[in-house]
Nanobody, 125 residues
């Protein structure tokens, strides 16, 4: 099994930046992709960004393209989400998710096998 631990959330003013971290442990060799999702109150869980665990290809939702960057560390056990030019509509609980084994639609929550507990990001006006 894979365990995911998010950190880095907090309160930031509009236009500011935050960097989230997702540390993966356990059976990490089975991971195909790591993604960030977010969920605001009253809304469905929304795809933010994904990275292929070994190859490094990245994918972004249109709403965060050119503002957010997903990356991995040298050891490939931690994934980051650098968030710049934050907007109030970015306010949500951000979740790290791992897709195990093989490719499937990266934008769908149902595709993912493991989830972190989430970290709150609040962007004030």
């Amino acid at each position: 099994q894979v365990q995911l631990a998010e950190s880095g959330g907090g309160l930031v003013q509009a236009g500011g930046s935050l960097k989230l971290s997702c540390a993966a442990s356990g059976r990490t060799f089975s991971i195909y992709a790591i993604a960030w999702f977010r969920q605001a109150p009253g809304k469905e869980r929304e795809f933010v960004a994904a990275i292929i665990w070994s190859g490094g290809s990245t994918f972004y939702a249109d709403s965060v393209k050119d503002r957010f960057t997903i990356s991995r560390d040298n050891g490939k056990n931690t994934v980051f989400l650098q968030m710049n030019s934050l907007k109030p509509e970015d306010t949500a609980v951000y979740y790290c998710a791992a897709l195990g084994g093989y490719y499937r639609d990266l934008s769908r929550p149902i595709s993912y096998d493991y989830w972190g507990q989430g970290t709150q990001v609040t962007v004030s006006s």
